[in-house]
């Protein structure tokens, strides 16, 4: 960490057991099984899975993105910095582990090691990973510079060793 970086994530978390809370300043969070919600997946039609993970990725964009908007605001601003806090933030949250490739030309690739989605969804005929594609297109809207579509081309979940995911410039999304 770096003196312009925001402190590690779980040190700024406050537990009001009280309030029954968990929170990051004005940001709440909850700690929820992953196979508990991608257990909800594997109970729809295809069609309907499909449409609510998109939905999912597109909701995690929009509000995830308010998190990255966040550690950038707290001074992480350079494309590299806010990479790093969200490489470590990740597995501070559960999320897997994150290793971000180099920006290449309106690229940015994405690899997640022991995804929570893919792990708590189990064997999956496509990827899974919806919610690490809505925060990756959120970051990487804001490190490209412009709004990012976002593929998983490879997921745990249909028996890659890892999930992989590309960013491309020309997203639609909030940035």
Same mark, same amino acid.
Not at 77 to 84: G, I, K, Q, S, V
Not at 86 to 111: K, N
Not at 114 to 131: D, K, L, R, T, Y
């Given at each position: 960490?770096t003196?312009?970086?925001p402190p590690?994530?779980?040190?700024r978390?406050?537990?009001?057991a009280?309030?029954?809370e968990?929170?990051?300043?004005?940001?709440?969070?909850?700690?929820?099984?992953?196979d508990?919600?991608? *257990?909800?997946?594997g109970? &729809?039609?295809?069609e309907?899975r499909?449409? %609510?993970?998109a939905?999912? $990725?597109a909701?995690?964009?929009?509000h995830g993105?308010g998190?990255a908007?966040?550690?950038?605001?707290?001074?992480a601003?350079a494309?590299e910095?806010l990479l790093t806090v969200i490489?470590?933030t990740?597995?501070q949250?559960?999320w897997?582990r994150?290793?971000?490739?180099q920006v290449e030309? *309106?690229?940015?690739d994405l &690899?997640?090691g022991n995804?929570?989605f893919a %792990?708590?969804?189990?064997? $999956?005929?496509?990827?899974?990973?919806?919610?690490?594609?809505?925060?990756?297109?959120?970051v990487a809207?804001?490190v490209l510079?412009t709004p990012?579509?976002?593929e998983?081309?490879?997921?745990a979940a249909?028996?890659?060793?890892?999930c992989?995911?590309?960013a491309r410039?020309g997203?639609? *999304?909030p940035?």
């Amino acid at each position: 960490m770096t003196s312009d970086s925001p402190p590690p994530f779980r040190q700024r978390l406050v537990w009001d057991a009280e309030g029954g809370e968990i929170r990051d300043g004005a940001i709440r969070y909850l700690i929820l099984r992953p196979d508990g919600l991608m *257990g909800m997946f594997g109970r &729809m039609s295809p069609e309907t899975r499909v449409q %609510a993970l998109a939905a999912l $990725a597109a909701s995690i964009e929009e509000h995830g993105g308010g998190s990255a908007r966040k550690y950038r605001d707290m001074g992480a601003a350079a494309p590299e910095a806010l990479l790093t806090v969200i490489a470590g933030t990740a597995p501070q949250l559960g999320w897997g582990r994150w290793h971000f490739g180099q920006v290449e030309g *309106g690229r940015l690739d994405l &690899m997640v090691g022991n995804s929570p989605f893919a %792990a708590g969804h189990g064997p $999956a005929e496509q990827p899974v990973c919806a919610p690490i594609s809505g925060m990756f297109a959120a970051v990487a809207g804001m490190v490209l510079g412009t709004p990012a579509t976002v593929e998983e081309v490879a997921c745990a979940a249909t028996g890659a060793a890892d999930c992989r995911f590309v960013a491309r410039t020309g997203g639609t *999304g909030p940035a």
